[in-house]
Nanobody
Framework: EVQLQASGGGLVQAGGSLRLSCVVS????????????IGWFRQAPGKEREGIAC????????YYVDSVQGRFTASRDNAETTVYLQMNNLRPEDTAVYFC???????????????????WGQGTLVTVSS
């Protein structure tokens, strides 16, 4: 079964940057990494999980929610089967556990609704101090 592993979280001061990685592996059957859109989600303490960014399978299309638009950038390296989330100008309200998820039904687009995704990785904790 396809596996996703997010990493790169840590403690950073407000205004700082982090880059998260999501390594996708163990492909079986007809789908490869290039077939999957990847979404980034986060869950802050006491709050529901929210989708914040995604990148299409070809990398051409991306989507960001307003709260991270202009600060976060998703990219992908198909050769390394890895998707990145560059997070700049971090704020205390960005503190959360961050997850990546894979969707092979999105075609050339991507979505930040979690019902689109059927493969999820373990999260990585991002803590932003004020």
């Amino acid at each position: 079964e396809v596996q996703l592993q997010a990493s790169g979280g840590g403690l950073v001061q407000a205004g700082g940057s982090l880059r998260l990685s999501c390594v996708v592996s163990s492909f079986t059957g007809r789908y490869g990494f290039h077939d999957y859109a990847i979404g980034w989600f986060r869950q802050a303490p006491g709050k529901e999980r929210e989708g914040i960014a995604c990148i299409s399978r070809g990398g051409v299309n991306q989507y960001y929610v307003d709260s991270v638009q202009g600060r976060f950038t998703a990219s992908r390296d198909n050769a390394e089967t890895t998707v990145y989330l560059q997070m700049n100008n971090l704020r205390p309200e960005d503190t959360a556990v961050y997850f990546c998820a894979a969707d092979n039904t999105a075609g050339e687009y991507c979505y930040v609704s979690d019902y689109s995704y059927n493969l999820w990785g373990q999260g990585t904790l991002v803590t932003v101090s004020s």
